[in-house]
């Protein structure tokens, strides 16, 4: 009975998120935040976890998309007597005035869901059955009025509207009959607080158009023209629904413990801020025109380590500490795939490649500004700088567990050293044109990248292998070589790249899609394939000049997305199904960097599927 990943739909408001199926049922929501206990849970487990569904007499089929430019998700459900059409949003708007740092936008911590009638009658329910705290704590429901009002412990959800509930056990029953151009309206709000009211058509529709508006006017400001801006602006949408804007957080997926191998036990928590996912979110939102974004994140790390680089941490959380891993041993998990847990024990390894990630990350950010950030971002700058380089280095032929976050040991992992090449090469660059750097010191910057590089590209190849492995005197391949050709860390010409690339399509491809490594790692079950190595295929291969090939295998990797635009994390390539937490920054954010990439690198004559 469990949905697919690839069904669902996102909605949100910067704050939080809400996870929609196909069939309009709300089966994931925490509140108030990204991180908060989930309230709506029929995600992880179909008999205790609950939802807001919509149940629709002899409904006869099923369709969906956003509104154009908006994380605004409109259904449409014809039944046997007429057309029902659907309309979901967290509400969201522009504030009178713009603060220099913050939100950009109002919210209210509601759901709105709006259904019109199209045509002739339609009738059915909607259904309300929250389990709050995971399910862990007792919920009951009563009336107020027309509205059902549920109470968790400490935690409350009202059910309000144009339609009277009705309660059913711990849920709550609102019906509904409606001629053609005839509306109802369900809003669920969480919490009282000083709130007014939202109960009349009139507010919803209000709401909707307000929330219309901030979406179609935050759209509106990505500078990406090319033949798969719907690709990407529905990627950069997502993205903006993955920042907690009261802090600047960006977290790495809405979910927890979406299965990644079906049977297995990789099933981790990713509502947390990782400073890699972040870093790759911060590039695009720069590239993309969205510089109050990436600056914004800039100011979370601010406040997160105010070190200014000398104490930076792999992961955070969104809003205070990083929460200890946890199995919630009561849950059963997406189709009976457990363990569900929450929090991330990874938050204690060591990830190298972190400084790479962070100095690039904040390169592609002045260079978006012209070098003339913020007065916060600008202060004590070449501190950072320096601070950063003298962390990478100390870590220079250091093992960890690298990008991948390998539970089973450390070694000295190729992408790790490869990275503080990218630090050093960033921060001399960034150095040079800040202007106020002692220049001794920036050419013993270059010095250090010219041995660090020197370094890895002898000790990580492997002559029996043919390739670049993964780690020094490993023959284990790994795809994330590839994604060192994009940083330049390795020439896309070098020949021992090109054997490298043969290799991993030999070994590690299936079709369109790669597969990150093939080693035993500690873990239970076979993962699926990796999405964002597929994506960083397409870059190597435009990088090496292959651009018609590139193209054609982008526009291909396009089409492995939902009906919506979204990815997970990986593709089972046996059934095409989408594998781990939905949607994923990674994967949204390798989209964006090929379609970019892609730009710079047209093909000769590219396929007549330009239309992402």
Same mark, same amino acid.
Not at 208 to 214: N, S, V
Not at 429 to 457: C, F, H, K, N
């Given at each position: 009975?469990?949905?697919?990943?690839?069904?669902?739909?996102?909605?949100?408001?910067?704050?939080?998120?809400?996870?929609?199926?196909?069939?309009?049922?709300?089966?994931?929501?925490?509140?108030?935040?990204?991180?908060?206990?989930?309230?709506?849970?029929? @995600?992880?487990?179909?008999?205790?976890? /609950?939802?807001?569904?919509?149940?629709?007499?002899?409904?006869?089929?099923?369709?969906?998309?956003?509104?154009?430019?908006?994380?605004?998700?409109?259904?449409?459900?014809?039944?046997?007597?007429?057309?029902?059409?659907?309309?979901?949003?967290?509400? !969201?708007?522009?504030?009178?005035?713009?603060?220099?740092?913050?939100?950009?936008?109002?919210?209210?911590?509601?759901?709105?869901?709006?259904?019109?009638?199209?045509?002739?009658?339609?009738?059915?329910?909607?259904?309300?059955?929250?389990?709050?705290?995971?399910?862990?704590?007792?919920?009951?429901?009563?009336?107020?009025?027309?509205?059902?009002?549920?109470?968790?412990?400490?935690?409350?959800?009202?059910?309000?509207?144009?339609?009277?509930?009705?309660?059913?056990?711990?849920?709550?029953?609102?019906?509904?009959?409606?001629?053609?151009?005839?509306?109802?309206?369900?809003?669920?709000?969480?919490?009282?607080?000083?709130?007014?009211?939202?109960?009349?058509?009139?507010?919803?529709?209000?709401?909707?158009?307000?929330?219309?508006?901030?979406?179609?006017?935050?759209?509106?400001?990505?500078?990406?023209?090319?033949?798969?801006?719907?690709?990407?602006?529905?990627?950069?949408?997502?993205?903006?629904?993955?920042?907690?804007?009261?802090?600047?957080?960006?977290?790495?997926?809405?979910?927890?413990?979406?299965?990644?191998?079906?049977?297995?036990?990789?099933?981790?928590?990713?509502?947390?801020?990782?400073?890699? *996912?972040?870093?790759?979110? !911060?590039?695009?939102?720069?590239?993309? /025109?969205?510089?109050?974004?990436?600056?914004?994140? =800039?100011?979370?790390?601010?406040?997160?380590?105010?070190?200014?680089?000398?104490?930076?941490? =792999?992961?955070?959380?969104? +809003?205070?500490?990083?929460?200890?891993?946890?199995?919630?041993?009561?849950?059963?998990?997406?189709?009976?795939?457990?363990?569900?847990?929450?929090?991330?024990?990874?938050?204690?390894?060591?990830?190298? *490649?972190?400084?790479?990630?962070?100095?690039?990350?904040?390169? *592609?950010?002045?260079?978006?500004?012209?070098?003339?950030?913020?007065?916060?971002?600008?202060?004590?700058?070449?501190?950072?700088?320096?601070?950063?380089?003298?962390?990478?280095?100390? @870590?220079?032929?250091?093992?960890?567990?690298?990008?991948?976050?390998?539970?089973?040991?450390?070694?000295?992992?190729?992408?790790?050293? +490869?990275?503080?090449?990218?630090?050093?090469?960033?921060? +001399?660059?960034?150095?040079?044109?800040?202007?106020?750097?002692?220049?001794?010191?920036?050419?013993?910057?270059?010095?250090?990248?010219?041995?660090?590089?020197? *370094?890895?590209?002898?000790?990580?190849?492997?002559?029996?292998?043919?390739?670049?492995?993964?780690?020094?005197?490993?023959?284990? @391949?790994?795809?994330?070589?590839?994604? =060192?050709?994009?940083?330049?860390?390795?020439?896309?010409?070098?020949?021992?790249? !090109?054997?490298?690339?043969?290799?991993?399509?030999?070994?590690?491809?299936?079709?369109?899609?790669?597969?990150?490594?093939?080693?035993?790692?500690?873990?239970? /079950?076979?993962?699926?394939?990796?999405?964002?190595?597929?994506?960083?295929?397409?870059?190597?291969?435009?990088?090496?000049?292959?651009?018609?090939?590139?193209?054609?295998?982008?526009?291909?990797?396009?089409?492995?997305?939902?009906?919506?635009?979204?990815?997970?994390?990986?593709?089972?390539?046996?059934?095409?199904?989408?594998?781990?937490?939905?949607?994923?920054?990674?994967?949204?954010?390798?989209?964006?960097?090929?379609?970019?990439?892609?730009?710079?690198?047209?093909?000769?004559?590219?396929? /007549?599927?330009?239309?992402?």
């Amino acid at each position: 009975m469990y949905s697919q990943i690839s069904d669902y739909g996102l909605i949100g408001d910067t704050h939080s998120t809400a996870l929609i199926d196909r069939d309009g049922s709300v089966d994931w929501l925490c509140w108030p935040r990204h991180d908060s206990p989930a309230l709506f849970l029929r @995600l992880l487990d179909q008999e205790k976890g /609950g939802a807001c569904r919509i149940e629709l007499d002899g409904r006869t089929g099923r369709s969906r998309r956003y509104l154009p430019g908006t994380n605004i998700l409109e259904s449409r459900f014809p039944t046997e007597t007429g057309i029902g059409v659907l309309t979901d949003l967290m509400p !969201v708007q522009p504030p009178e005035t713009l603060p220099d740092e913050g939100p950009d936008g109002e919210t209210e911590s509601r759901i709105i869901r709006i259904l019109v009638c199209r045509e002739g009658s339609i009738s059915g329910s909607f259904v309300v059955s929250p389990t709050f705290d995971y399910a862990r704590v007792e919920c009951t429901v009563s009336l107020q009025g027309d509205s059902a009002v549920f109470q968790g412990g400490s935690d409350q959800l009202r059910a309000a509207g144009s339609l009277r509930a009705a309660i059913e056990g711990r849920s709550a029953r609102m019906p509904f009959r409606l001629q053609a151009g005839e509306r109802a309206v369900v809003v669920l709000t969480h919490g009282e607080g000083e709130r007014p009211p939202l109960d009349s058509v009139d507010d919803a529709i209000g709401r909707l158009e307000h929330t219309q508006r901030y979406w179609e006017q935050w759209s509106a400001r990505c500078r990406y023209d090319g033949p798969y801006r719907e690709a990407v602006l529905r990627s950069v949408l997502c993205l903006k629904l993955l920042t907690y804007s009261p802090t600047g957080a960006i977290i790495a997926a809405p979910t927890t413990s979406l299965p990644e191998a079906v049977p297995g036990d990789r099933n981790f928590d990713y509502r947390l801020t990782w400073l890699r *996912d972040a870093s790759f979110t !911060v590039s695009s939102f720069a590239r993309l /025109g969205y510089t109050r974004e990436a600056a914004e994140f =800039l100011r979370f790390l601010r406040n997160a380590d105010p070190t200014h680089g000398n104490d930076l941490g =792999l992961m955070y959380g969104i +809003a205070g500490d990083t929460p200890d891993e946890e199995e919630l041993s009561h849950l059963e998990g997406w189709r009976g795939v457990d363990p569900v847990r929450i929090g991330n024990a990874a938050s204690g390894q060591q990830q190298t *490649d972190i400084y790479g990630e962070l100095m690039a990350a904040l390169h *592609d950010f002045l260079n978006a500004v012209d070098f003339d950030p913020p007065q916060k971002t600008n202060d004590r700058l070449p501190e950072t700088l320096a601070n950063l380089v003298n962390q990478a280095l100390s @870590l220079r032929g250091k093992p960890d567990q690298g990008i991948w976050e390998m539970r089973d040991g450390q070694e000295v992992m190729l992408h790790s050293q +490869a990275m503080i090449w990218v630090a050093l090469s960033c921060a +001399a660059s960034m150095g040079r044109r800040i202007g106020t750097m002692d220049p001794a010191m920036l050419e013993r910057w270059d010095q250090a990248a010219d041995d660090v590089r020197a *370094d890895y590209l002898d000790r990580s190849w492997n002559e029996e292998r043919q390739a670049y492995t993964m780690a020094y005197g490993s023959s284990t @391949l790994d795809a994330s070589v590839l994604r =060192l050709v994009l940083f330049k860390a390795i020439d896309p010409h070098d020949p021992r790249m !090109v054997l490298t690339l043969r290799t991993i399509e030999r070994e590690l491809a299936d079709g369109d899609l790669i597969y990150r490594y093939r080693k035993d790692d500690g873990l239970r /079950g076979e993962e699926a394939t990796f999405s964002a190595c597929s994506f960083w295929r397409v870059g190597v291969l435009a990088m090496m000049g292959r651009t018609r090939e590139a193209t054609e295998l982008f526009e291909r990797l396009l089409r492995r997305g939902n009906d919506l635009g979204l990815y997970a994390e990986e593709i089972d390539e046996a059934t095409g199904e989408q594998r781990g937490n939905f949607p994923q920054a990674f994967t949204q954010v390798a989209l964006i960097s090929q379609a970019l990439l892609l730009q710079d690198h047209p093909a000769q004559a590219v396929s /007549g599927a330009q239309a992402a």
